[in-house]
């Protein structure tokens, strides 16, 4: 079974920085897409980050709202993916999902990590 765990979020004020984690039991992070998603209160799922996987290029792909801000990676060998966070602002605040694709219908959620952004 594929379990992502994400850690890291927490409360930081705004201009501030975090790193998200996410660690993936039962399977490897290099032969797929992996994807950090975030969700505020009333809002849709959106998605803010992705890394192609390994074999395609490990291309990268932002939200125009965290483009120059947010960094996604990914440590082959730590078998985890990363999401660095900085000059956080207010409207970053939400709940950070992971994401590990291989197809449509073999694809993996994590529980969410809760990040805010208040002074």
């Known amino acids: 079974q594929v379990r992502p765990m994400e850690s890291g979020g927490g409360l930081v004020q705004p201009g501030g920085s975090l790193s998200l984690a996410c660690e993936a039991a039962g399977t490897r992070l290099g032969p797929a897409r992996l994807g950090w998603y975030r969700q505020a209160p009333g809002k849709e799922r959106e998605l803010v980050a992705s890394?192609?996987?390994?074999?395609?290029?490990?291309?990268?792909n932002y939200a125009d709202s965290v483009k120059g801000r947010f960094t996604i990676s990914r440590d082959i060998v730590k078998n985890t993916a990363y999401l660095q966070m900085n000059s956080l602002k207010s409207e970053d605040t939400a709940v950070y999902y992971c994401?590990?694709?291989?197809?449509?219908?073999?694809?993996?959620w994590g529980q969410g990590t809760q990040v805010t952004v208040s002074s």
């Open positions: 994401n590990i694709y291989f197809s449509d219908d073999y694809n993996f």
């Open positions: 890394i192609g996987s390994i074999t395609s290029g490990g291309s990268t």
